[in-house]
């Protein structure tokens, strides 16, 4: 069996470009990342450089132009039905109650409905919502949504678990909560983890490696950092380590001119 949960390969997306439909925009070129099973990889990288690009190839949610996807050694065809998704807005259905969000993963997968209750609340209890299940969204805090739509990916036990800036919306204490608890999460069940952000300290605070990606067009890796911090880690306290200081310091260095790229194109388009 192959050690990569997820390996994406030579991986290029060219989109036909949202300003100009006759011109092509290359958004993602030639970019290699794999994740281990049980690995916990960051990607990094300034606004609009591909990361969402990359975690949807990686989903099977699009097809790249050239390249390959390979989730445990077998070639991705279609949706990857090993791992589960958690995206930056809500994906909570308003009209269902916290319990019933988070059961229907399991109801289309065919598992009879007292049995699929029965795992959603287990999941509820276990992201601190026992009690809560018969609460609507709109009925929940942001930091509470969150959760529902945490246990909702995690019900379904996936083997990969993509996340695209899942707590970006959070103020600060809620979000260092939520990282907390799925590092908690993920260190009971050592699943591939394939994590999202522009948040750098977030990504030295949870990941084994942080991967940075350089400005569009044609995003691809310009760097990879082994984190070396000890686990179990709480992400508020881990930021107040020497070596987490120095870590940053060495990525800061890489990112900080692409962040800077990032940024004055996204004032050549507002322009
Ligand atoms: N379907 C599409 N059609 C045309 N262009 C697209 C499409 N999807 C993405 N793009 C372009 O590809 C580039 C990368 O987009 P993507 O959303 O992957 O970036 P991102 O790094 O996730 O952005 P952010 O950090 O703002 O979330 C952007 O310039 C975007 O406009």
Known sequence: MSDYALELLSISCTFHSKDDPGQRYTA?????????????VSVVGPTGCGKSTLLNVGAGLLEPSSGIVKVFG???EGINTRAGYMFQTEALMPWRSAVDNVMVGLQYRGVPDAEAREQAEAWLSRVGLSGFGDRYPHQLSGGMRKRVALAQTLVLDPDIILMDEPFSALDVQTRQLMENEVLDLWSAKKKAVLFITHD???????SDR????SAGPATHPIGEFAIDLARPRDVAEVRTQPRFVELHTQIWEVLRDEVLKGYAQQLRKAA
């Open 210 to 213: 942080v991967v940075v990606l």
């Open 28 to 40: 993602v070129a030639d970019t290699t990342l794999r994740i281990r099973a049980g690995e916990f």
């Open 74 to 76: 077998q070639t991705l």
């Open 200 to 206: 750098l300290d977030e990504a030295i605070a949870m």
